[in-house]
């Protein structure tokens, strides 16, 4: 767990005035450089500016280590950021007040479009590290893991950097392979790809895809990446909910600041690293990042407790009619059902009771952050992805143990009740398919999805029945 390291805030600026009229951020006016470029991030979005670029910040040598980065579709915020000259806002709402803070560890900024520039940064020897946050979807991957090669947009990206490697691509793995090729034909040197999306060994998981589409591609391409790159995996942790209409009026308030671009965040953030940086690095560790051997046990610990109970949440607690995560947790119930989960999970983590307490502890603070306004409508999105790897694991190993995990069990019970249309509304790229099959009775349903999860074989059906009568708020 990360203290996060001391920050100048902005100077309050008190003022009643309307927030289009509030003072837009200028290098010039606030005296920041700007760095050189030596990381390039693709996907630009709020996770990433409330995160890695926030390290990057803090770090004592930020100065050699500008970030130029990309968005993942589209233009926004790419546009707002370069009419204020790379700055944002950073909002870290401290439960008694706000906290702003100015971040400027952005060096340049593009549109996913903008193909000539992130071939121009890969094919240079200054650029030594990219960093990314697509999610788990935009690596592509089929069932096994490695590439889709069945993939509509990867076969076009394939057959188009085969014809012409310059050609501009579209999916996530298709830039790395097309930025590879250029650093090749340049000569520019090693690179580090350092993936920071909320996925178990992210690391791995790029070096497969990307290998694979290199391969595809061009072989030689494949045997090169061999000896002159490198894959980190990190683990990350930091709550970053969307800024509102009401915080950027809030910001113009305390600070006379106008940012359409604002980043709002919890204070706690987390940072864990494992694997070689092939050609240097910030001095991360110095602005609170933790290197280790393995980030196994720190990814299980969150991927299980936070994010596992966000997803119990989600599902469950939006049932009984709370929108975020500080009024979930607020609700006597909905912790007990948060502790059970957390109860079952514990029993299979590898690291120390007294780091497993604390975090916990923590969470419950985190959680309670009233500033903080995480929606469980967002948190429950995309469950096919999530539930897999959040819930079923810890829920199959405590059966194992000859344990019943009712903790687990209610989770599962819950997504069945969300899949049939109660609590938060379904956003899921499997949606078809899961509600198909949902569509009959509850003790059908319940035994769809768990067949579904690959838990058949352990005999579920009663207890998750029952859980999911508990919960429904249809008689």
Same mark, same amino acid.
């Given at each position: ?329 607020? &609700?006597?119930? #909905?912790? %007990?059902?948060?502790? *059970?989960?957390? =109860? @079952?999970?514990? +029993? ?79 956003? &899921?790229?499997? #949606?078809? %398919?899961?509600?198909? *099959?949902?569509? =009959? @009775?509850?003790? +059908? ?31």
């Amino acid at each position: 767990m990360t203290t996060p390291p001391p920050s100048t805030p902005i100077s309050p600026t008190p003022t009643s005035t309307p927030r289009a009229a509030g003072r837009r951020l200028r290098r010039a006016t606030d005296g920041r450089p700007v760095a050189p470029v030596r990381i390039v991030h693709l996907g630009l979005g709020n996770f990433f500016r409330a995160h890695q670029s926030y390290y990057t910040e803090h770090a004592p040598d930020a100065g050699d280590w500008g970030i130029a980065a990309f968005t993942g579709m589209g233009v926004w915020p790419a546009d707002v950021l370069a009419e204020q000259d790379n700055l944002y806002v950073l909002m870290v709402n401290e439960p008694e007040q706000p906290r702003p803070e100015v971040i400027s560890s952005l060096s340049a900024v593009h549109p996913s479009d903008d193909h000539d520039s992130w071939l121009r940064y890969l094919a240079s020897p200054e650029v030594v590290i990219v960093t990314s946050t697509v999610t788990e979807a935009g690596y592509r991957r089929n069932a096994s893991g490695g590439l889709d090669l069945n993939d509509a947009e990867v076969a076009a990206d394939i057959a188009a950097l085969q014809s012409d490697p310059l050609v501009s691509v579209s999916t996530a793995p298709g830039r790395f392979v097309a930025g590879l090729l250029a650093r090749r034909a340049a000569g520019a040197g090693p690179l580090t790809f350092l993936p920071c999306d909320n996925v178990p060994d992210n690391g791995e998981m790029a070096h497969r895809v990307i290998t694979d589409f290199a391969r595809a591609v061009d072989p030689t391409l494949a045997e090169w990446m061999a000896e002159h790159t490198t894959f980190v995996t990190t683990m990350v942790d930091r709550i970053t909910p969307r800024a509102t209409d009401a915080d950027r009026a809030d910001l113009v308030a305390r600070t006379g600041i106008d940012d359409p671009s604002l980043v709002v965040t919890e204070p706690y953030l987390e940072w864990v690293l494992a694997g070689r940086f092939i050609a240097g690095r910030p001095a991360w560790e110095q602005a609170g990042a933790t290197f280790v051997d393995d980030t196994t046990p720190f990814e299980t610990r969150k991927l299980w407790l936070l994010n596992g109970s966000h997803s119990l949440m989600a599902y469950a607690a939006s049932i009984r009619g709370h929108e975020t995560v500080a009024e979930a947790i607020a &609700d006597p119930v #909905v912790r %007990d059902w948060v502790l *059970q989960w957390w =109860d @079952d999970a514990q +029993s299979q983590l590898s690291l120390p009771e007294e780091h497993i307490t604390a975090y916990r502890a923590a969470l419950l603070d985190r959680y309670a952050n009233p500033r903080i306004r995480h929606l469980l409508a967002q948190i429950a999105a995309d469950g096919s992805q999530k539930v897999p790897i959040r819930i079923v694991p810890a829920l199959r190993a405590e059966v194992a143990a000859g344990r019943t995990p009712t903790g687990a069990l209610r989770a599962v019970a819950a997504w069945v009740l969300h899949l049939r249309g109660e609590g938060a509304p379904v956003t &899921d790229g499997a #949606v078809a %398919d899961l509600q198909q *099959q949902v569509a =009959d @009775d509850l003790p +059908s349903a319940v035994a769809a999805v768990l067949a579904w999860l690959g838990l058949t074989d352990l005999h579920l059906d009663e207890p998750v029945l029952a859980l999911a009568h508990e919960l429904s708020a249809t008689p």
